[in-house]
């Protein structure tokens, strides 16, 4: 325990004493998965009621939680690219989601 | 519930068209067409009672978009099981809805905004 920073010792202390990768990891998880639960509950709205508005949706949340998680684990465990690379490959994703999100406010009867 | 409510519900239990709507729409979410075309009645009688049935949380409405563009609705039936309990003097009537489906109640209340 010495040594280490302040911010640790606090996430150590809280977080029934898993490191902060781990936290990090397991928060993430979380996230993820309930962000697949919201989305694929869009993505039935969507084939149930023929609503283009939630196909958009489904894939703005997926894009905001799911795909940042999946995709930033993979590239930092699947390649040697560096944490800047990461954090872009979750930058972008949100851009994607946040697209899509912009793109199911329109209605089908508005032009 | 109050006792106005209870009458209306008894109402519409009683009245043929409303039980031929209700039975039709349980199989399978309908369209004002289709259900005047199964209850053999006319388009604004199934309108007339489609909203009383509405008004009372019997029936699911859906949005539907055919292929020239045109919105419709389409109605299934929420409505369960009626109970009436005479007991001491008094009558209780409870009333039993199908839950809806989360994604449908979702798409709902997103397309309101």
Known sequence: MTG????????ETTVFGLDE?????????TSAALGTVVAWTAYRGYARND???MLFLAVGIAFLTVVPFVSSYAVDWGTDATDATVLL????????GLLAIVRSFRRPDST | MTDDEDEEVLALLDD???RRIL???SEEPMSVDRLTDRCDASPPTIYRRIERLADQGFLDEYQELDPDGHHYK???????RVAIEIAEGSMEMDVYRRDEDPADRFTRLF???
Do not use: K, N, Q
């Not at chain 1, 280490?4 to 996430?11: K, M, N, S, W």
């Not at chain 1, 990768?21 to 998880?29: C, R, Y």
């Not at chain 2, 389409?74 to 369960?80: I, W």
């Open chain 2, 16 to 18: 043929e068209y409303a």
């Open chain 1, 4 to 11: 280490t920073g302040l911010a640790t010792v606090a996430l």
């Open chain 2, 23 to 25: 039975i039709a729409a």
């Open chain 1, 51 to 53: 609503s283009r508005p």
């Open chain 1, 21 to 29: 990768a781990t936290t990090i990891f397991l928060t993430g998880l």
């Open chain 2, 111 to 113: 397309e309101d905004l």
């Open chain 2, 74 to 80: 389409t109605y299934s039936t929420r409505l369960e």
């Open chain 1, 89 to 96: 490959v979750v930058t972008v994703s949100h851009l994607f």
